[in-house]
């Protein structure tokens, strides 16, 4: 078929740019606020977010088409006349429009996440796209062949439905080795992670066992009982064999990790971002130096030698030490809560579970101290719990105490940070 005659009565080229449309619409609407969520520019993570959930409807979209154009080749015959083509070519040339709109669908998010981010992929960046790239070819064998097999009107949604309800729901259920096969995107890398290859190809070996079921049960020449058996015996063979390839893996694994670059500026404290940060260290610099000297004066804590983003820590940061400490840096900037996470970060109460009460008043007063009490209290009004009433208690008390003079600040500071780790004890 001409590309004319697709453009006239194919219907692959018109629902894939429906298709199109709508993955890029979902990534600006929902996606695009955690393609980038520490603003540090991380290929993988963005790829890997702007595919996520699309890869599941283009996984049903080129299923459904893939089965329909079969059907209408069946219903026309096309099986019964003469060989003029082999049997590989003529699938190709009736696939091919669908299996183009998918990749477009797919890829479309993706090149609008890296050109909104201003980020340049690389190699490694870009295997969940060839993962889903390859994934939808095979599932498109998957549907032509039931096509040629059943009603269309029966294949088209019965694997429309089944290849989207596998791909989409299996973050859903367990085992945790299932979502690594099924071809789900469901955890992006963050930082310092890409995709392995064998996290990419494990997916892909799942489908072609799939895809070599179906061309087994369409091309086989023997009775359909020795047919279903083979192919169930393929699919069988190859699923074992991937789960293999991703057992231990948990929710989380498949990653290849490796350092963040980073950037550094100043001394006492240094200031530490990822090179690819959009808010350079000596952007950063001078608010935290201002918050750390604050927070000297009120004898919270001495000034570290080096402040490190998190954002370069990867999925588990190191916990901040006397000389060296741990802040969402440049995350908190885009906010606008640098100096506040810079304080907070710098209170530290001697055990893991402070009550509530002392730990707000000892937070509440060292925002005082440093200026941050208003993104101190944006902060405690997202908890559901908190109400006017706690925070004029607190007030209340925090008043008190910034009527006494310093050495006396600071006496009830080191007091309230074990009292709030003391059982008994209340504000």
């Not at 959930?53 to 459904?64: G, Q």
């Not at 791909?167 to 085992?175: D, E, F, I, L």
């Not at 959009?278 to 918050?291: H, N």
């Amino acid at each position: 078929m001409t590309l004319r005659s697709h453009l006239r009565i194919g219907s692959p080229l018109w629902l894939g740019l429906l298709l199109m449309c709508f993955t890029v619409y979902y990534y600006v609407d929902v996606a695009a606020e955690w393609s980038d969520p520490h603003g540090i520019g991380w290929a993988p993570g963005m790829v890997a977010t702007a595919l996520g959930t699309p890869s599941s409807y283009c996984t049903a979209f080129v299923a459904v088409m893939a089965a329909w154009e079969a059907g209408r080749l069946a219903r026309g015959g096309f099986w019964e006349l003469a060989p003029a083509r082999t049997r590989a070519h003529v699938v190709a040339r009736q696939l091919w429009p669908a299996v183009t709109m998918a990749w477009l669908a797919a890829l479309a998010p993706v090149v609008v996440s890296l050109v909104q981010n201003r980020t340049v992929p690389d190699g490694w960046s870009l295997l969940p796209l060839g993962t889903v790239l390859a994934d939808l070819v095979l599932w498109a064998v998957v549907g032509f062949v039931a096509g040629t097999k059943v009603n269309p009107l029966i294949a088209a949604p019965a694997v429309g439905v089944l290849s989207f309800l596998l791909v989409a729901t299996s973050v859903a259920v367990g085992p945790a080795w299932w979502r690594q096969v099924a071809g789900s995107i469901a955890e992006a890398p963050v930082a310092g992670e890409t995709y392995s290859l064998a996290a990419a190809a494990a997916p892909v070996l799942f489908t072609a066992g799939l895809a070599g079921a179906a061309v087994l049960l369409w091309t086989l020449t023997a009775p359909r009982t020795v047919r279903v058996v083979t192919a169930l015996a393929l699919v069988t063979a190859v699923t074992f064999g991937a789960s293999r390839i991703v057992d231990g893996w948990g929710y989380f694994g498949g990653m290849r990790t490796q350092a963040v670059p980073t950037s550094c500026a100043g001394h006492a404290p240094e200031i530490c971002v990822a090179a690819s940060s959009k808010a350079g260290p000596e952007s950063l610099r001078a608010e935290v130096t201002r918050t750390v000297e604050r927070l000297q004066s009120a004898g919270v804590a001495q000034p570290p030698e080096k402040v490190i983003d998190t954002a370069t820590q990867g999925r588990y940061p190191q916990p901040s030490s006397a000389k060296t400490w741990y802040v969402p840096l440049t995350s908190s900037a885009r906010k606008g809560e640098l100096g506040y996470q810079v304080m907070r970060d710098a209170v530290r109460f001697p055990c893991r579970a402070p009550q509530q009460n002392w730990a707000r008043a000892v937070l509440a007063w060292a925002a005082e101290r440093t200026g941050q009490t208003t993104p101190y209290e944006k902060a405690l009004r997202a908890d559901p719990f908190f109400d006017d009433l706690i925070w004029q208690k607190d007030r209340k008390q925090i008043d008190k105490v910034l009527r006494l003079p310093e050495s006396g600040q600071r006496t009830w500071f080191a007091h309230g940070l074990d009292a709030a780790c003391a059982k008994g004890r209340t504000a």
